[in-house]
């Protein structure tokens, strides 16, 4: 069956259908809010606030993305993503009241608000992306979901680019917020479109798979259980560096060496090209011909030396400057001043080299979620690995950007992502080489469970 056949007579309670939707949810929320971070300290020339915001926020994500999972169990998916997504448009609609005011302390606490709904958010999504899908589908499905969010960041990209156009500053207008947040308003809103999991059947007339009774002692237990799990210990480095590489991509690169509205023209190119990964990468993970294990050591493969190679060029591109435009007015130190993109032979080589690192940050967390999607059939299990997931992911995340708003040096932040990145490889690999072709199935626990909406 092909890429596009998943769509065709999908149902609205299909697998496929309420993958889709999050996907969509994730586009209008978290895309715009990769597609605001991109621009280098949220499009404001001072990266201070921004990165203080990410710092608050993160913190706050490492304790709610270990909670999520449960909390999406005990209170369900539609209700927790609905809210949750309402917390990106409070921290967009912040940089408005930054613009005008100059005062960072909204931004900053929107930024720790919006950690605990992103928290629980990305624990419903990576619990409906990895569980309801049938074992030899989850690569598939894992793709669908990274394109439609990526369109997120893309059009997130166009905007700033769009509106910033002619402009001669070097921070966004209130024009580019206020359409960010009426985006992650709809998408919240379309959070209330997803399908209760309990009514969700696979297309082999099978229901996703769900233990039927949960409590907060029961979510309490197996909380703590993660820790000790000598499965997600060993994926830690794995989780610790899946985002720590942002903060540099969008700072040091994006932010430092481009003009405003390149940034923009940037994003759409990052954000672009992840897709363009996921699709690929799909294949290899969901190829039948090939045990489970052998998938997953080839992959790893790939963004290894995939990983590699990128690094090593954007080592070569920092050798050539040490600083962005700062505050005060003072230049970017890089040779010929911040790059336009309509200078084809300065813009050239560094679009490609940013571009080249979204491809590798799809294919990284792709891999990530695909083995974390095939330690189990579990929901439940499934919804706290994720949250364990991006509440470690949320960890490096916060070390990240106070690197860059502490002013570590360019080239120091570089060495310590191709360090980390490096060291996570191992035992990933010893992950993969453990995976079975076939997890374990989840069994109902309570049949006189009803149709409430819970995980």
């Known amino acids: 069956m092909g890429f596009l056949d998943k769509f065709r007579g999908a149902s609205y309670f299909s697998p496929m259908t309420q993958v889709v939707l999050v996907g969509f949810v ?12 991109g621009m280098g300290g949220g499009g404001q020339v001072d990266r201070t606030t921004g990165n203080n915001a990410n710092t608050a926020l993160y913190c706050t994500f490492i304790i709610f993305g270990v909670l999520g999972g449960a909390i999406v169990n005990l209170c369900g998916v539609r209700w927790t993503i609905f809210g949750s997504g309402l917390t990106y448009a409070l921290y967009s609609s912040s940089y408005i009241y930054l613009n005008h005011t100059g005062n960072g302390a909204f931004t900053i606490a929107a930024g720790a608000i919006l950690g605990i709904g992103a928290g629980i958010l990305w624990a419903a999504q990576g619990m409906i992306m990895v569980s309801y899908p049938r074992e030899e589908e989850k690569g598939r499905y ?35 917020y206020i359409a960010f947040v009426i985006l992650e308003c709809i998408g919240a809103a379309l959070g209330l479109a997803l399908a209760p999991p309990s009514k969700v059947v696979r297309e082999d007339g099978s229901s996703v798979v769900l233990v039927k009774y949960t409590s907060v002692r029961i979510e309490a237990v197996e909380i703590l259980k993660l820790f000790m799990n000598p499965m997600m210990l060993a994926l830690l480095p794995m989780c610790f560096a899946s985002n720590f590489f942002y903060s540099y991509q969008f700072g040091p690169i994006n932010g430092s060496i481009f003009n405003i509205r390149t940034r ?31 998938r997953g050591i080839i992959a790893l493969g790939i963004v290894a030396v995939f990983f590699n190679v990128v690094w090593g060029g954007t080592l070569k591109l920092q050798q050539k400057y040490t600083h962005g435009p700062l505050p005060g007015g003072i230049p970017t130190d890089y040779p010929g001043g911040l790059i336009d993109f309509l200078e084809s032979k300065r813009a050239a080589g560094p679009i490609i080299l940013y571009t080249l690192h979204g491809v590798g940050d799809a294919l990284y967390q792709n891999l990530a979620y695909w083995v974390i999607g095939s330690l189990t059939n579990d929901g439940q299990k499934l919804s706290r690995y994720a949250g364990f997931y991006k509440g470690i992911q949320s960890l490096g995340a916060t070390v990240a950007w106070q690197l860059d ?9 570089l060495i310590g992502n191709w360090v980390l990145l490096g060291i996570s490889m191992f035992p990933m690999f010893y992950v993969v080489y453990t995976l079975k072709d076939h997890s374990e199935e989840t069994k109902v626990q309570n049949d006189d469970y009803d149709d409430r909406e819970k995980v």
């Open 405 to 413: 708003a502490k002013s570590v040096s360019y080239m120091n932040q």
């Open 26 to 37: 994730c586009f209008l929320c978290p895309g715009m809010f990769n597609a605001l971070n």
């Open 142 to 176: 894992i793709a669908v979901f990274w394109i439609i969010f990526n369109m997120g960041g893309m059009l997130g990209g166009i905007l700033p680019f769009a509106i910033n156009y002619n402009s001669t500053k070097d921070s966004l207008s209130d024009g580019v």
């Open 264 to 294: 923009g023209f940037n994003n759409i190119f990052y954000w672009g090209a992840q897709m363009i990964g996921a699709y690929a990468l799909s294949f290899l993970l969901d190829n039948q011909r090939m045990t489970r294990k052998t």
